[in-house]
């Protein structure tokens, strides 16, 4: 079985620009979570959808950070434009139920530099 | 705000050492409670965790953990670290009243001297 994947792997570019992240959860996961972890801190939620459904969003730094998961399955996140404190590692996470009960599967990251 | 403190940055121990990891958080409510690993080059993967039951909790590679609720702690053990040991380890908690989300501790970085 898969696990969940990320794009890119990693990804450097200047301020003001836009990058979009993308993520694979496991196959047959309703679950989609992303995080954030900037360096040296800790690894901080951003968002869960329930399939294409945001079911918590109170993590997301401020509008410049948009996620979709159009059709319940692979999901985005845009940032625009790039600031240098956005700068770190973007983790996603698929599960089959909410954290509390089932585990989240965790994908490699993706590490972003903001120049 | 719910918060989740690991005491130590970077520990460094010899192989065959034992090894106790701290972890406290800040929640007054019923929560689960995990341990998650991140060895060089590899994702995120879940160590051990805690939803209720025997406090003591064995997870994966022969660590376990203990959930102290009058502490508010969950800290980590192993009897005898071993060099594949070496990783970053993270305590998380995920609170009943808001399940979707894991906070995490800033981790602990583990170093083992072959």
């Known amino acids: 079985e898969a696990g969940v994947t990320q794009f890119p792997s990693h990804s450097v570019i200047e301020k003001g620009q836009t990058v979009t992240l993308r993520c694979d959860p496991i196959s047959g996961h309703d679950n989609l979570y992303w995080y954030r972890r900037v360096m040296g801190k800790e690894i901080k939620f951003l968002l869960h959808f329930v399939k294409e459904s945001k079911q918590d969003e109170s993590g997301m730094p401020n509008n410049r950070f948009l996620a979709e998961r159009t059709g319940g399955t692979y999901s985005t996140l845009k940032v625009q434009p790039a600031e240098l404190e956005d700068s770190g590692v973007y983790f996603c996470a698929s599960s089959q139920g909410l954290a509390g009960v089932y585990e989240q599967y965790f994908g490699p990251g993706t590490r972003l530099t903001v120049t | 705000a719910q918060s989740v403190s690991q005491h130590n940055h970077h520990v460094i121990l010899s192989e065959a050492a034992s090894l106790e990891l701290g972890c406290n958080y800040s929640y007054g409510g019923t929560v689960n409670l995990f341990w998650y690993v991140q060895y060089p080059g590899q994702h995120l993967q879940l160590l051990l965790k805690y939803f209720s039951g025997d406090p003591l909790v064995k997870g994966i590679k022969g660590f376990e953990a203990e959930f102290i609720k009058s502490k508010f702690s969950f800290n980590l053990r192993k009897p005898s670290v071993q060099w594949s040991d070496t990783a970053e380890y993270f305590c998380?908690?995920?609170?009943?009243?808001?399940?979707?989300?894991?906070?995490f501790g800033s981790g602990t970085r583990l170093s083992i001297r072959p």
């Open positions: 998380a908690v995920s609170p009943y009243s808001s399940a979707s989300k894991i906070i």
